[in-house]
């Protein structure tokens, strides 16, 4: 197996690109992509619908193939990885956080946060479980069923069952885009504090200023290629560089987001 060396970023793609469909129906989603994900950052990924976003993570996260360049997680890079593996690797260093929540409704909060820890046949280390339990504030909610929470606490379920494997690097694909902005904020102060207090990576993508200014930095692509990179983001810096983004692909005059 290929590795990264040591010291590796906790996710890396290089030269990776991705297209879909033949003739005139191909579609370049990624077009030489390269990216280094370092440990424990918050990045957030924008750009315009159909820029690559989902595709992107999609690859980052094992969950779908390109057609060339490489995809680190870790050490590993997933072209030479088994099926079975790969498995293991989604597993075990990675977490994931959807949009719309994903949890099991027969299982409590409870269960749903250590579903991935069952399956994997292990047993949550406990200071660090209570730690997360802490954290997403749900003591009293950890026998209630998922339809007997709200979309927001729903979404902390989400977030501490994504972070008590204790992976390598999180995956939120829209976290907040279900929820109202005071829960939208809620979950992204919980994901801001995994980065801050116990150095988790996370890769977020978001249409939403205001949720990529919780990031460290914020990566940009537009169609299939990075364009921008922002450090320190605010919202309004993030606003700025979204609205020249979309000039860039669309030479009409830009629209105010
Ligand atoms: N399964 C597929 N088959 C064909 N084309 C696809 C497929 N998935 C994505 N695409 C195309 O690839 C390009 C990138 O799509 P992707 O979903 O990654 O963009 P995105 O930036 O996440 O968009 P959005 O913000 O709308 O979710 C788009 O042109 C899309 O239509």
Redesign the pocket.
């Known amino acids: 197996m290929t590795t990264n060396g040591t010291g590796a970023p906790a996710a890396r793609v290089a030269n990776l690109t991705k297209t879909?469909?033949t003739g005139d129906a191909l579609?370049t989603?990624l077009d030489d992509v390269t990216l280094d994900l370092a440990n424990g950052e918050f990045t957030a990924v924008m750009?315009?619908?159909?820029?690559?976003?989902?595709?992107?993570m999609h690859c980052c996260a094992a969950l779908d193939t390109a057609d060339s360049g490489q995809v680190y997680v870790g050490e590993h890079e997933l072209s030479g990885m088994k099926d079975k593996q790969l498995t293991q690797l989604r597993r075990d260093e990675i977490g994931f956080i959807f949009q719309s929540f994903n949890l099991v409704p027969t299982l409590t909060a409870e269960e749903n946060i250590t579903l991935p820890l069952a399956i994997a046949g292990r047993k949550p280390e406990q200071e660090w479980y209570r730690r997360v339990i802490d954290a997403v504030d749900l003591e009293d909610r950890l026998t209630h069923k998922p339809n007997q929470l709200s979309g927001g606490q729903q979404q902390r379920v989400a977030v501490a069952r994504a972070l008590v494997s204790q992976p390598r690097i999180v995956f939120a694909d829209e976290p907040t885009g279900n929820l109202d902005s005071h829960s939208g904020a809620e979950v992204l102060t919980l994901l801001r504090r995994s980065v801050d207090d116990y150095g988790q990576t996370i890769v977020m993508?978001t249409?939403d200023p205001v949720a990529a200014a919780y990031a460290d930095r914020v990566v940009f692509?537009a169609d299939?290629r990075i364009v921008d990179d922002l450090r320190e983001p605010d919202r309004e810096s993030v606003i700025q560089k979204l609205t020249e983004v979309s000039a860039r692909v669309d030479p009409a005059p830009p629209t105010e987001v």
Do not use: C, E, R
Not at 47 to 56: E, I, R, V
């Open positions: 879909y469909g579609v989603a750009g315009p619908s159909g820029s690559g976003k989902s595709t992107l993508v249409h692509l299939g």
